[in-house]
């Protein structure tokens, strides 16, 4: 099956530009999406078809894609973005697959 | 607005079958993909399987023989079936929609604990 894989842990100082990266050899780049996991909470969408924001999702947040490597850039990290972040994709058999998730650290 | 919740047993004996439903309001399920993921304690998230709204499915393959996903658009519910559950199987289960041919999640269920436990 298809595997998608993260940096398991990123720090960052507060202010500062991180870029979480996931790669996959079958990554169908055009469906990457990235979610926000805070402890005891469900996942929320912040970026979707690999680079656009949803309603209500800081302009902080964005997302870009190079060869097998999907991106998600935080611009200016706060405090709040301190959380789990997950890629995931649509692969190339229909199923769906996230990503080993990376811990931020602010 | 649109939300998820899910509901079900919190605890399944090992061997049994473990059932939840996923009840949807504030928006129709029609045209939509419908879908279930888990995460077990302090592991990530894994996808487990999605219906559309015309009861077509898929699922991991990694899961595929114990799993079934159904939905009952009268009732604005999805359900899931996992069979012969072991401690393996205990986890955070969450629902949530399929964002349309994008295929990522807009919205997700709060999750419900489910412990696989003699």
């Known amino acids: ?106 | 607005q649109v939300q998820l919740r899910e509901s079900g047993p919190g605890l399944v004996k090992p061997s049994e079958t473990l059932s939840l439903n996923c009840t949807v309001s504030g928006v129709s399920m029609s045209s939509y993909y419908w879908s279930w993921i888990r995460q077990s304690p302090g592991e990530g998230l894994e996808w487990i399987g999605y219906v559309y709204y015309s009861g077509s499915t898929n699922y991991n393959p990694s899961l595929k023989s114990r799993v079934s996903i159904s939905i009952d658009t009268s009732k604005n519910r999805f359900s899931l079936k996992l069979a012969a559950v072991t401690a393996a199987d205990t986890a955070t289960y969450y629902c949530a929609r399929v964002m349309g041919q994008l295929w990522a999640f807009d919205y997700w269920g709060q999750g419900t604990r489910v412990t696989v436990s003699s």
């Open chain 1, 1 to 106: 099956s298809s595997e998608l894989t993260q940096d398991p842990v990123v720090s960052v100082d507060l202010g500062q530009t991180i870029r979480l990266t996931c790669q996959g050899d079958s990554l169908t780049k055009s469906f990457v999406s990235w979610y926000q996991q805070k402890p005891g909470q469900a996942p929320l969408l912040v970026i979707f078809a690999k680079s656009s924001r949803p309603s209500g999702i800081p302009d902080r947040f964005s997302g870009s894609s190079y060869g097998n490597t999907a991106s998600l850039t935080i611009t200016g990290a706060q405090a709040e973005d301190e959380a789990d972040y997950y890629c995931h994709s649509r692969d190339n058999s229909g199923n769906l697959v996230f990503g080993t998730g990376t811990r931020v650290t602010v």
